[in-house]
């Protein structure tokens, strides 16, 4: 609910700053409302993206955690439980691991297989290594492979997909800050203008042909800012 009221709050004053800024009237905010649905999709989706790739780090750590605890001999089941106890000091109780681990802890408890735990951890991520871990850990449990081994390849390789992607971010940092800056910049200037020469645009607002012109500049404005993520935005 906190992040839906966000995201509301956040096109609301969107709506409201784009209906001053290029068409000075409260009608133009009455006929963007049809376009929140588009900015809520947009905000979910990336928030999605977020939440996803933070995720697959703390599966990663959980692992780590759980390898540990079956090299100690712990059995698979317990070792489970550890790895609760490790991503609550490390990542905190209301993690999304630390919560799906203690869910997943819940039902071992009531002797519900990990292996469907796991298969259900998976398809509610969306994430494909922690479906790809899930698909073969099922095989290995059947087939009696090495779970151990498994666990830490998976680990491992999970580790690298994300050291590789912090290091993309780290070295596209300045132009997501230079895409950010660019994308602001044309409100900027039309406040700017609108506040110290309002006479310069006046030409534009009140009239039909000020309004087709100005939608123009607007629809060209967001297909630039959506272009421009879609560029910065660097999937592995």
Not at 34 to 54: A, D, G, I, M, T
Not at 147 to 170: C, F, P, Y
Not at 198 to 206: E, H, K, R, W
């Amino acid at each position: 609910m906190k992040e839906w009221a966000i995201c509301i709050t956040e096109g609301l004053g969107l709506g409201i700053l784009v209906s001053f800024l290029f068409y000075h009237s409260p009608v133009a905010l009455v006929l963007l409302i049809p376009f929140f649905p588009f900015w809520v999709k947009l905000q979910k989706k990336e928030k999605s993206r977020k939440r996803r790739e933070r995720l697959r780090y703390e599966f990663k750590e959980c692992l780590q955690a759980v390898s540990g605890a079956l090299l100690a001999g712990y059995s698979m089941e317990n070792a489970w439980k550890d790895a609760e106890k490790e991503m609550t000091r490390f990542l905190g109780e209301n993690a999304d691991m630390t919560r799906e681990l203690r869910r997943m802890n819940r039902q071992i408890s009531l002797n519900t297989p990990i292996e469907k735990l796991l298969s259900d951890f998976a398809f509610r991520s969306g994430i494909e290594d922690v479906q790809s871990f899930c698909q073969v850990f099922q095989f290995a449990k059947r087939g009696g492979g090495d779970l151990t081994a498994i666990i830490r390849s998976t680990s491992l390789r999970i580790g690298d997909k994300v050291e590789l992607e912090r290091e993309i971010q780290t070295a596209m940092s300045a132009k997501r800050m230079e895409q950010k800056i660019m994308s602001v910049m044309p409100l900027f200037i039309l406040l700017y203008i609108g506040l110290t020469s309002p006479d310069f645009l006046s030409a534009l607002y009140g009239n039909a042909l000020g309004v087709l012109v100005m939608s123009i500049c607007l629809a060209a404005y967001l297909g630039s800012v959506l272009l421009a993520r879609k560029i910065i935005n660097i999937q592995i």
